[in-house]
Nanobody
Framework: QIQFVESGGGLVQPGGSLNLSCLASGIVFSIDNMGWHRQAPGEKRELVAEISSGGTTNYADSVKGRFTISRDNTKKTVYLQMNSLKPEDTAVYYC????????WGQGTQVTVSS
């Protein structure tokens, strides 16, 4: 059974930081290109960061320079370090294959507000 369990979200003030984690199961994690996606209220889900099986990363322009994606294949875990958070980063954050073709987990809520 394919499953993603995201954690680490919360309420943070603008300019603050959060570190998200996602534990994957049921996939051959080490060979998959993984991504962090987010969905804000009333918006489509979007890919904000991706990391290849070899560790190459890519970011949406909206988060470039502020977010860092990483992975630990031994722990089947992908991380998203988010710095200099802005109110527009408020969303539910999900991990999945970068193409999003596995079943989605419950996600973790990130709220940036003063």
């Amino acid at each position: 059974q394919i499953q993603f369990v995201e954690s680490g979200g919360g309420l943070v003030q603008p300019g603050g930081s959060l570190n998200l984690s996602c534990l994957a199961s049921g996939i051959v994690f080490s060979i998959d290109n993984m991504g962090w996606h987010r969905q804000a209220p009333g918006e489509k889900r979007e890919l904000v960061a991706e990391i290849s099986s070899g560790g190459t990363t890519n970011y949406a322009d909206s988060v470039k320079g502020r977010f860092t994606i990483s992975r630990d294949n031994t722990k089947k875990t992908v991380y998203l370090q988010m710095n200099s958070l802005k109110p527009e980063d408020t969303a539910v954050y999900y991990c999945n294959h970068k193409a999003g073709y596995y079943p989605w987990g419950q996600g973790t809520q990130v709220t940036v507000s003063s």
